[in-house]
């Protein structure tokens, strides 16, 4: 009898401790959030005053990339584009978008290359508003549908920009968590006429059909979007501190923005 008894105590017991456990953890992700809104508050010093032009890749009469289940990358690009936009545009930042519907930057009326047109009018757009950095989004494919992870690309013999590159791609390793590659430096029109640091975001593989479903999700391309503004706090924190190697340990405020990142972002 007193066994059973004992056995009653110790079950009520381990009950308790799990509801206050639980009430526990409710509470600390309360604070968390809490927390976290007060620190992203006060990132807007980084991004103060910096013009950042943000650029979807491709529209209009230029679909990019066709996913596997036939969404075309640009309506892709757009999407993340514009949570992007929002989301530095909220901490300080004066963001350009080089388009904001589904349309190409050429000239209909004009003779020549429309492709290369389209590309000038993104460069020029930047380097008319002497703008501070330039995001270029876009979805990455492959004839092999194992291919899958962001990642990020700069200019050859452009040491800023690779700062920055690698800024974004850490940033979306740690967020994503679903990326193991490396920023790379490729030589692309876009980021060569550019005349501030530039970075092409390749945000995943539309080739992968796990990967294609996952950047359709509104919520997912939030995440995206809020990993690459991370990059960019960092890219500008490290030259805040006066350091520009990538590597730096992070302060406190940016291991808060990364501990919340899958929140909703509105296209604006």
Known sequence: MAMIRAVKIKKRYIIGCMALLVLSVQFYKMAIIKREEQHIAALSYVLTNKVIVVDPGHGGRDPGKIGVSGVPEKEINLEVAKRLATLLGEMGAAVILTRDTDMDLSDAST?????????????????????????????????????HGAQVFSQPHSPESKILAECIQKEMTVILGNTKR??????????????????????????????????????????????????????????????????????????????????????P
């Open 111 to 147: 003779p020549g290359n429309k492709k290369r047109q389209d590309l000038s009018r993104r460069a020029e757009t930047a380097n008319e508003r002497n703008a501070d950095l330039f995001i270029s989004i876009h979805c990455n494919g492959f004839t092999s549908p194992q291919e």
């Open 182 to 267: 490396k920023a790379k430096q490729v030589d692309y029109y876009v980021t060569r006429t550019t005349k501030m640091p530039a970075a092409i975001v390749e945000i995943g593989f539309i080739t992968n059909p796990k990967e294609d479903k996952l950047l359709q999700d509104p919520l997912y391309q939030s995440k995206v979007a809020w990993s690459i503004a991370a990059g960019i706090i960092k890219y500008y924190e490290g030259k805040e501190n006066g350091k520009e190697d990538p590597g730096i340990k992070e302060k406190e405020v940016l291991q808060t923005f990364r501990r919340q990142p899958g929140n909703y972002i509105p296209a």
